[in-house]
Structure formats: C-alpha cells, structure tokens
C-alpha cells in the first residue's frame, strides 16, 4: 500500500470519505464533523485506504509485538465497578492478594522464559500502603536490571495518593524511583459523565484522569490511553473522548500509544447494547482511531480482546501494534474473553507474517 494518499483518492467514491481523505493527504487535522462521519460510515474499505495509507506513513509495513507478562497483584478493589468482572470484596472466596515473594518468583520465572516487560494492574486494596509497590517494583527490577516496567492505572495512582497522604507528584516520583518505566492507559473507560455515572460510578472523573496522565507526562513518564467501547456509549460520546486524548497530546505530547478496548460483559453488571462487537464495531473504531488521533503515533489492538483473526485484520486498518505475549493476563478472562491467556513469541510473529508484515519486537516504550 502507498503511503501516499493523493494518488488512491481517487478510489474513494463515498463524497465525505474523500473529502476526509483530501483532507488528510494534506496534513490537516479531522474535525468532530469528519470524526462523527468516520465513526458511523458503512464504507470500512475506503476508510481503510485512507487509515492504512497514515499507518503506512507513519510505520512502513512494521507491526511491533512484545514478550511480556501480566501482573495482577490483588483483585481486591473498593470501587466495585459495575463494569468490573474482576474485581473482589475482602474475604470473598476468590478474593487474592500477591505476596512479594510469589512476585518475585513469578517474575523471575517468566524472565527465564525471556520475557522482558511486565504490566502491573490491580484492584484498589484498602489497606496496602506505598511501600508496598515500592518494595515490589524493587523486588522486580532486582530480578533483571533492565526489565521495563508499565505499572498501574492513573486510577491506582490516584488512589495512592489518597491512602498516602502525599502530593501525586511524590507519588510518581517514589515509584519512578522504584522502578516505574511507563504507564498502561487504563481507567479511561469513557470520558462522558452520564455513561461514567452508570458503568464505573465510584471511578476517578474521565477530567481526573486526563490530568494526571498529563502530570506522568510532566515527569517525564509516556503512558497509553485507552477506550472502553460497546457498552452504553454514544457516538458522540466516543468523538468526544477521542477529542479530549489528541487535545493533551497537543499539549504533552506523553501518549505513545492508543488502545481501544471492547466490553466484555460477562460476569459484569453492565447490559451491553450488544454481548460483543461486530466485526465492522471493531474495524471502524480502529481504523477511524488511526486518523482522528493523528498525533498519537501507534494504534494498538490486543490480540487476547479483539481475537487473533480481527487482530490480524486490524493491521490493515490503522493498527501497528498487535501487543505482547501477556502471560497470566486476568482481567479481561474474568469478564469472558476467549482467547488464551498466553500467546508465543513464534504465534504472533506467524499472525504477523501471515498478514503480511514485518514483525517487530520491541517493549512499551518502542525501544
Ligand atoms: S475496574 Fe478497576 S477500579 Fe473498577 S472495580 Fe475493577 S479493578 Fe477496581
């Protein structure tokens, strides 16, 4: 595919596609206007070329995978989402919370089996105080010295404050210091209040959230941004979401990358407008991702969310990176997901291959 627009233009007969798409090969940024257009066209080939063709701009026929593991420390948590399947009361029966040695062990473990990067994401635990994650990000970087680490929500680090008593800037800086390399995007979910209000009511506001990925931004720290999808949002919700994202972008320039994300509702207490997406949901949230968010230079689909085979897709609609092996992922399992939970280094370089890309390995921070 050329990664230059103007001469496949012509290609694109949808009159408000190729207007887009005009607009695009030009360097200029959507409006909500345009963004509306891409997110509700049933033309997902033509908004294909135009999203192919800035992926392709932007990363040749590269698609960046990694080799890493998922840490769910506890699924204790005090906010109790309806959105969450995971999460647990004290005392439940399923109910966990990690010790420091089974930590280290796991990590040390998946080291051996040469993972590289760990995902750190857990429930909001009323009672573990700071030095807790102080002690297991040392304990993990004590394992393998240079093993990058993606450590908790903006929602976790909220919380830390609380429970801390300190400033979020101290906090950021004594886990930094601990061994914090970068942040994943979760707890975005969707910005809207009203949809806030019913799937995540105790949650951070979608406004608490933005500023303090723009204060990990201010530290130095790149992070991921996220979007919950097909539960009860709107289109409109959705433009607005994605607006708010590219406007920090603009400002901090700390998202590298962006990472819709399906609802899964099972084990959940939210009804979803639908039990899953549909294969045109997906591509046309991706795909129109790529060319909204035009200052966020990687598009993510994980694979154990999507599917393998959508995942695979995606990768001609805007997405350059199919994520990494995420061995003990838990979260999205809990809400019924079915894929495995542990995908090989040789399988997504196949799924990668077999798309006809370039497969590359490299960790959060594209290093
Ligand atoms: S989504 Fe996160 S904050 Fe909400 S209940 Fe689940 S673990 Fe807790």
Not at 4 to 21: D, G, M, Q, Y
Not at 66 to 91: H, K, Q, W
Not at 219 to 240: C, F, M, Q, R
Not at 322 to 351: C, M, P, W
Request: with cysteine.
């Amino acid at each position: 595919m050329n990664f230059n627009l103007f001469p496949l233009i012509e290609k694109i007969k949808n009159p408000e596609l190729r207007h887009i798409a005009e607009k695009v090969a030009r360097n200029i940024p959507v409006n909500r206007d345009d963004a509306r257009r891409l997110l509700s066209t049933p033309d997902i080939l033509e908004l294909g070329i135009i999203a192919h063709s800035l992926r392709t701009r932007l990363h040749g026929d590269t698609v960046c995978y990694g080799v890493n593991m998922n840490l769910n420390y506890t699924n204790i948590c005090e906010l109790r989402c309806p959105l969450c399947a995971f999460s647990c009361d004290p005392g439940d029966s399923e109910a966990y919370v990690l010790s420091l040695e089974n930590i280290e062990k796991r990590v040390k473990k998946a080291v051996a089996d040469g993972v590289d990067e760990v995902h750190i994401v857990g429930g909001l635990h009323p009672q573990l105080g700071l030095n807790y994650y102080e002690k297991m990000l040392k304990r993990i970087r004590g394992v393998k010295d240079d093993i990058y680490i993606v450590a908790f929500t903006a929602v976790e680090y909220d919380h830390f404050a609380r429970i801390s008593g300190l400033p979020l800037e101290e906090v950021f800086q004594r886990l930094i210091a601990a061994g914090v390399n970068a942040l994943p995007g979760g707890g975005a979910e969707i910005f809207a209040p009203q949809v806030r209000a019913t799937i995540a009511p105790k949650k951070i506001s979608g406004q608490r959230w933005l500023d303090i990925m723009r204060t990990a931004h201010d530290l130095g720290l790149k992070t991921n941004a996220t979007l919950l999808y097909n539960h009860l949002e709107s289109i409109e919700d959705i433009v607005d979401h994605l607006f708010q994202l590219r406007d920090l972008q603009a400002k901090t320039g700390g998202f590298k990358t962006f990472v819709p994300l399906p609802f899964h509702e099972e084990n959940s207490d939210i009804k979803a407008q639908r039990k899953s997406t549909t294969g045109f949901d997906d591509i046309r949230l991706y795909a129109a991702s790529r060319i909204i968010l035009h200052n966020i230079p990687h598009i993510k689909a994980l694979w154990m969310y999507v599917g393998e085979k959508m995942a695979q897709v995606l990768l001609s609609f805007g997405v350059d990176d199919i994520s990494g092996t995420y061995q003990n992922e838990k979260i999205v399992h809990a809400a019924g997901a079915r894929t495995a939970d542990f995908g090989s280094e040789a399988h997504l370089k196949r799924l990668i291959a077999n798309a006809g890309f370039t497969a590359r390995r490299t960790n959060a921070g594209y290093e």
